[in-house]
């Protein structure tokens, strides 16, 4: 199966300036409990903007257009078709241009929903919400810590 996991306001922003526009520890814990010990796929822009260094405790994938690319501790992938029928789950985390590439593929979206406009520079592509039914939905915990409203959301193909 493809996975979407990802965080985004109210806008649809997922990330400014290279990074995430918001601090919410909440959210960085769903993801890694979400996501280790599975495959993850994301953008060399996305892996570069983690320093280079791939996620702990779980296989990294990084999908580029550059042939030559090459990074150590990851598999590095150039086509959606290399990706596809494989029999193992994949969580894409990112970058935008990654999910807009899995969209018409994927068969479930993690969504954190973060209440507020973070004026973001990325964005996470247009979903058509008639193909999805939430299946899911489990409130954030707002404190001293998690300062936004927040609710992790997931949805399945219809």
Request: proline share 4%; hydrophobic share 35%.
């Amino acid at each position: 199966m493809i996975i979407f996991v990802w965080a985004e306001d109210e806008k649809g922003a997922i990330g400014k300036d290279g990074g995430l526009p918001w601090k919410l520890p909440n959210d960085m814990k769903f993801f890694k409990e979400t996501t280790t010990g599975h495959t993850v796929l994301m953008g060399r822009k996305t892996f570069e903007s983690m320093g280079n260094r791939p996620l702990p405790n779980r296989q990294n994938l990084i999908m580029t257009r550059q042939l030559d690319y090459q990074a150590d501790g990851v598999t590095v992938v150039h086509h959606l078709d290399d990706i596809v029928g494989n029999s193992e789950d994949i969580y894409v985390i990112g970058g935008s241009e990654i999910f807009k590439q899995f969209m018409p593929v994927v068969d479930v979206l993690w969504q954190t929903k973060i209440a507020g406009d973070f004026d973001g520079d990325t964005f996470f592509p247009q979903v058509n919400w008639e193909d999805w039914q939430l299946v899911e939905k489990i409130p954030g915990i707002r404190d001293e810590k998690n300062k936004h409203d927040h609710e992790f959301l997931k949805y399945i193909r219809k």
